[in-house]
């Protein structure tokens, strides 16, 4: 149980600076999130919350207390690190008790700890084995059960998954969900897969070059990105980005390009009266177009060029080309489609995004 | 096909492989064979009918007895393993150590330091030895095994840690990461988790290091001069070659017997010494 507070968290390596003026706030029993590609410093930011990074500047501090200059044993946390990093000498029970003996607690309650942890993990017949005799998956519930054995105010996870093949990450994702449900404990789990992101996180800070983009619950990131990278990077397919210009036409306010031509409708067209006639970063998501019906207004349609059909079984990936764009659209798994035919495509008007060309923030 | 690729298997694996081994056996059988010849057999010259230089027809252990009765090759066997034995040790805790540090610790200098740590052992003894004599002669200490036992680690210290610290470099910082986040400190961490799991390079660093003191020449040449005093290498070569007379046969008993520690220490570990070589960590 844990309060985590980052305070203008720098850090600085030889030339390179990692981490920017990160302020988060991680509040009791939460599972926070943190998500971007190689090198964004989201790694960084944990090895510096676990102790194991020294802080440039800034402050970190659990349940008030600033921790900047205590040792990694005295923060009262546990880590599971990617490769596990299993003592390769010690069985699996010493591998568990370790932590515990360190921490000089009687043989006892380091064997009902051991053994209760076992169980939750299902791991109780391997205690004998050494880490080398274990499968990947069995290896990964060994470095939890390490880390929970402890009871630590505070996991801390750093890609766990990502030795973990497609299925066996798919069950540990939901193993995890029901562990730090049972455990309320507070977590920090940093991951570059934004399925993992969204599917575990109660909310989810993604970042980019040390900087945080944005925080916020999954669906917030992903109905509402800050920006065109939170955009594109949540959400799979990725967001399709077209620059347009924003027009005028018979009173209303259209975004236009050399492929297609939408007319905003209402509420949306008032915000961008602003930008009239200046460029704007269109995004539309693969699922919000769809093949045109009869019913749907001709200001929300455009004409597309089939160039690959992906099909997935619960839907179809068509990779078209809208004038100068290439766009995926995610349409329904009865559709008729063939290479180089001509489709008609309309959109959702409610879930058009539109970003500033130059800052790339929202609008 | 398949006969072809047996005859060819032969060519070009069993029948090098057989001249490599010969190669490196024929000077222990050399050894062997003149320890056991008789003197007569020993100094026939090459033009005598019964001229046989690989083997003999009339073996004796008499220049065995003369090593063991007449010389003190007892005493510098004994002198050797207790001088080895103790710059192996002094050395590996230095090594060890100074290994970690340089492998683990960032600090500024470390790859620096490194270098220059693997540059003083590219120093050859026959230049160091001369101002290794003076600092021996002012601690007076020349002629008693503590010149060699202080002086070995002067190659065998960077020797180790070069060693140490490649082989350190192989094991992930996540273990003792790990452990420092469970409640370890630093030397905790190092002897609990990464000094077993370094044991394979501990023991090979160990063992060539045992080796290169118990072979080593030069220092033990200049720094001890009492029979008593002396090394196998030393004894056998100052004891047994008097003037320009070699007794070859005891010297070669000299040499043969004092192989066998070391080729006993090697067929002991060599298991985790091929492991330290290959420098594997299974986690």
């Known amino acids: 149980m844990a309060h985590v507070l980052l305070k203008d968290l720098n850090k600085k390596f030889d030339g390179t600076h990692a981490v920017k003026n990160v302020n988060l706030e991680i509040r009791d029993r939460e599972f926070v999130v943190l998500v971007g590609p190689s090198g964004c410093g989201k790694t960084t930011t944990l090895r510096m919350v676990a102790g194991l990074e020294e802080i440039t500047s800034g402050e970190i501090s659990i349940d008030g207390k600033v921790v900047n200059d205590l040792a990694p044993m005295d923060r009262d946390i546990a880590m599971v690190f990617q490769n596990y990093a299993l003592y390769p000498h010690m069985s699996v029970y010493d591998n568990m008790a370790f932590g515990l003996r360190m921490r000089k607690f009687d043989k006892p309650e380091i064997e009902r700890r051991v053994k209760q942890a076992a169980e939750v993990l299902g791991i109780q017949p391997l205690l004998e084995r050494r880490p080398r005799q274990l499968s990947g998956g069995q290896r990964q519930r060994v470095a939890l059960g390490r880390a929970i054995v402890r009871n630590p105010r505070v996991f801390l996870f750093d890609e766990p998954l990502s030795n973990l093949d497609a299925a066996l990450r798919v069950q540990m994702r939901v193993e995890l969900k029901r562990l730090h449900d049972r455990l309320e404990t507070t977590a920090i789990y940093v991951t570059h897969d934004q399925v993992e992101a969204m599917t575990l996180g109660d909310r989810v800070v993604v970042m980019k070059d040390g900087v945080v983009q944005q925080v916020g619950d999954p669906l917030e990131l992903y109905n509402r990105p800050a920006n065109k990278f939170v955009a594109g990077f949540i959400g799979s397919p990725a967001m399709n980005f077209a620059t347009v210009t924003m027009g005028d036409g018979n009173g209303r306010i259209t975004a236009k390009n050399a492929g297609l031509e939408i007319e905003i409708p209402g509420a949306q067209a008032e915000r961008l009266r602003a930008h009239l006639g200046r460029q704007l970063m269109l995004g539309i998501r693969p699922e919000d177009l769809h093949v045109a019906r009869a019913g749907d207004p001709t200001g929300l349609t455009f004409n597309s060029r089939v160039e690959v059909i992906e099909k997935l079984g619960s839907e179809i990936l068509l990779d078209v080309r809208v004038g100068e764009d290439s766009m995926v659209a995610a349409v329904d798994p009865a559709t008729q489609a063939k290479v180089q035919e001509q489709l008609r495509l309309a959109v959702n008007p409610e879930r058009l995004h539109f970003f500033d060309a130059r800052t790339e923030a929202a609008i | ?283």
């Not at chain 2, 100094?43 to 004796?60: D, E, G, M, Q, V």
């Not at chain 2, 190092?190 to 118990?214: E, H, K």
């Not at chain 2, 070699?246 to 080729?263: E, H, T």
């Open chain 2, 1 to 283: 096909m398949i006969e072809g690729a047996r005859w060819k298997k032969w060519l070009w694996f069993y029948l090098p492989m057989a001249l490599f081994i010969l190669g490196l056996l024929f000077p222990f059988y050399w050894m062997l064979v003149t320890t056991l010849k008789p003197d007569g057999e020993l100094y026939r010259p090459w033009n005598h009918p019964l001229y046989s230089p690989f083997w003999t027809s009339a073996p004796t252990l008499d220049h065995i007895k003369n090593l063991l009765q007449d010389t003190l090759f007892n005493t510098w066997m004994l002198n050797t393993m207790l001088i080895a034995f103790a710059a192996t040790l002094i050395s590996l805790f230095c090594g060890v150590i100074a290994g970690y540090a340089l492998a683990r610790l960032q600090f500024r200098w470390a790859g620096l330091l490194g270098t220059a740590i693997f540059v003083t052992y590219l120093v050859p003894q026959t230049l160091l030895f001369i101002p290794l004599a003076e600092i021996i002669r002012d601690y007076n200490i020349g002629d008693t095994p503590w010149a060699l036992i202080l002086t070995y680690p002067t190659f065998l210290i960077p020797f180790c840690t070069w060693l140490m610290m490649g082989y350190f470099k192989t094991i992930p910082k996540e273990l003792e990461e790990c452990a420092r986040i469970d409640g370890a400190t630093r030397w905790q961490a190092m002897l609990l988790i990464i000094l077993p799991i370094a044991l394979p390079g501990i023991l090979s660093a160990g063992i060539f290091a045992f080796t290169l003191s118990w072979n080593e020449f030069i220092y033990a040449l200049v720094f001890l001069s009492s029979p008593e005093q002396k090394t196998v290498p030393v004894g056998v070569t100052s004891e047994l070659i008097r003037g320009d007379v070699f007794y070859w046969g005891s010297l070669m008993a000299g040499a043969l017997i004092g192989s066998i520690p070391v080729a006993i220490v090697y067929s002991f570990f060599v298991e985790h010494y091929v492991a330290g070589m290959t420098g594997s960590v299974k986690g």
